[in-house]
């Protein structure tokens, strides 16, 4: 077996959707009229958020979004794709891997450790399956031979959309044209930036060649982080942290790294929060209500949960969406629409995660 070979067996991809598939609830029940119905109104109102995002935004490519693809899914498809595009994402840090260990790894440990890696990220998969709303995935459309348009695909998780939907009491296609916003504000955000999806491939793959140098250190690491997080009770629980496996980031490649990712991460779901909350009550007649309720589900969590959103990272996402929320409300305030949309024209005018938190010290130095 050949160092390519060798690195596709490190984790199997497939039994990681499959197990996904086999460990994800298939969601509310839904009569066979209710899922079409669900199915129509989403892509409906997928479409409908399209003008009310070009308006808020000022980004022409909100007129046309054809280079990409908008599917309605379930969570096993969601767990599909998702693996599909870690898989694209990880094939350079996997090969790195297969050169620093050639001498310890052989066929049969590949693929044993590719069948214990695979089922533990198709159970990492399962837990985010049933409870994402929707996602932009621009990655998988670079694997070879791949069928995904070019600029990639936006999926409308519909299980997890009604579930919510259900939990908060909420007129539903007030419900769903809000999500849609926030959704396809993040697929208008890879079309005004077309460099930004390889500038994410390019830093994510800095961070992998790091990880892999320091593979060893790592999983000592690991398990001392996961220890960290059981043993945090009262009222250390609240600290602040941004989860166990980013506190696995010591080296200071890794931490800078890291740092401009979640600027960058920061900057697009604070955007779309911003284009999600910028419309009223002409648009989404109960926004107040959706706000109020979907907020407070939010903040409360049981402990289980919190563990392993904590260990997940997903805490420091939610943290992502109020950063950089106030980040983009901070800079429209002062220099206009116009005047921020200068973020998407090249990967130096992205703020750093200093600027995140004083938007005053980006504006400056775009010179606005």
């Known amino acids: ?35 079409r119905d669900t199915v129509e109104s989403l892509r409906r109102l997928a479409d409908a958020s399209v003008p009310h995002v070009h308006r808020i935004t000022g980004l022409a490519v909100a007129e046309d979004l054809r280079d990409s693809q ?16 870690f898989e694209v994402m990880m094939a350079p840090v996997l090969a790195r891997l297969v050169e620093k ?81 926030h959704e396809q504000t993040h697929r208008v955000q890879f079309a005004a930036a077309r460099w930004l999806r390889g500038h994410m491939t390019e830093q994510i793959g800095k961070l992998s060649e790091s990880l892999v140098g320091n ?3 790592i999983m000592e690491r690991a398990t001392a982080a996961a220890k960290s997080l059981r043993d945090r009770t009262g009222a250390s629980a609240n600290l602040p942290s941004k989860g166990a496996i980013l506190d696995l980031l010591q080296d200071p490649e890794e931490r800078a790294a890291i740092s401009h990712l979640t600027a960058v991460m920061s900057l697009l779901e604070g955007h779309a929060n911003v284009v ?10 109960s926004v107040r209500t959706i706000r109020q309720r979907f907020q407070a589900r939010n ?70």
Not at 105 to 123: E, H, N, Y
Not at 129 to 143: C, D, I, K, N, T
């Open 1 to 35: 077996m050949d160092a390519p070979q060798m690195a596709g067996q490190l984790i199997n991809w497939d039994l990681a959707a499959s197990t996904a598939a086999r460990l994800t609830p298939p969601g509310p029940a839904l009569s066979a009229a209710e899922a």
């Open 70 to 85: 908008l599917l309605i899914v379930d969570r096993a498809s969601w767990a599909k794709a998702n693996a599909q595009g």
């Open 299 to 368: 903040e409360n969590r049981g402990p289980i949960e919190t563990f392993v959103r904590r260990f997940l990272g997903l805490e420091a996402k939610m943290r992502q969406y109020t950063d950089g929320q106030e980040f983009v409300r901070h800079v429209v305030e002062t220099v206009g629409m116009s005047g921020f949309n200068r973020v998407w024209e090249a990967a130096e005018h992205l703020p750093t995660e200093e600027e995140i938190h004083d938007p005053a010290a980006w504006i400056a130095r775009m010179g606005l």
């Open 101 to 181: 260990k050639a001498s310890e790894l052989t066929p049969a440990a590949a693929r044993v450790g590719g069948a214990i890696t695979g089922a533990q990220l198709g159970a990492i998969l399962a837990y985010l399956a049933s409870r994402v709303l929707g996602q932009y995935e621009p990655f998988a459309a670079l694997a070879p031979g791949s069928t995904v348009p070019p600029a990639g695909r936006l999926l409308l998780v519909a299980p997890n959309i009604v579930h919510v939907e259900r939990e908060l009491a909420v007129d539903p296609e007030d419900f769903r044209m809000w999500v849609c916003l």
């Open 215 to 217: 593979v060893d250190s």
């Open 276 to 285: 999600m909350d910028a419309v009223d009550a002409s648009v989404v007649p």
